[in-house]
């Protein structure tokens, strides 16, 4: 799993720094804990690492390794309500494991760009 075409990726394919916590693991409720992490969206996995990599060197000896991985068949994404944080510009990515993420840029376009490519990737991958 170390490389990846660029020819066949689909326009939902994005990276970029955003804050990211987890709110819910496997169901339980777990203590907020926003950190800036840089994000990528490659077919059906949402990536997080605490550096900068490509999504081509990603797993290289000198690259930082995922944190972890968000799982987007039978995932949902949608703008979070006002109690789930007091940030601007929240989205709340809910999987079917049970894990529920809040992911956060103070720059509203970078949200709106990340809500659409999250968007084509939970309904390009739904059914698999
Ligand atoms: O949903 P909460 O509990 O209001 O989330 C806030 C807390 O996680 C807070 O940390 P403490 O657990 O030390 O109080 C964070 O500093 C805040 O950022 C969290 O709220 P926001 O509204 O920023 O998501």
Same mark, same amino acid.
């Given at each position: 799993?170390?490389?990846?075409?660029?020819? &066949?990726?689909?326009?939902?394919?994005?990276?970029?720094?955003?804050?990211? +916590? %987890?709110?819910?693991?496997?169901?339980?409720?777990?203590?907020?804990?926003?950190?800036?992490?840089?994000? $990528?969206?490659?077919?059906?996995?949402?990536?997080?690492?605490?550096?900068?990599? &490509?999504? &081509?060197?990603?797993?290289?000896?000198?690259?930082?390794?995922?944190?972890?991985? *968000?799982?987007?068949?039978?995932? +949902? $994404?949608?703008?979070?309500?006002?109690?789930?944080?007091? %940030? %601007?510009?929240?989205?709340?990515?809910?999987?079917?494991?049970?894990?529920?993420?809040?992911?956060?840029?103070?720059?509203?376009?970078? *949200?709106?760009?990340?809500? %659409?490519?999250?968007?084509?990737?939970?309904?390009?991958?739904?059914?698999?």
């Amino acid at each position: 799993h170390d490389t990846a075409s660029t020819e &066949t990726e689909p326009s939902s394919e994005r990276s970029g720094f955003l804050n990211v +916590t %987890k709110i819910t693991e496997q169901g339980k409720k777990v203590r907020k804990n926003w950190s800036s992490s840089w994000a $990528v969206l490659q077919g059906s996995l949402l990536i997080f690492a605490k550096n900068q990599g &490509t999504a &081509t060197s990603w797993f290289g000896s000198h690259q930082s390794k995922p944190d972890f991985s *968000i799982d987007l068949r039978g995932a +949902t $994404v949608e703008r979070a309500s006002k109690d789930k944080s007091s %940030k %601007k510009h929240v989205l709340e990515v809910k999987t079917r494991q049970g894990t529920e993420i809040l992911i956060q840029s103070d720059v509203e376009n970078t *949200i709106n760009e990340w809500f %659409k490519s999250l968007t084509e990737a939970i309904n390009t991958h739904a059914w698999e």
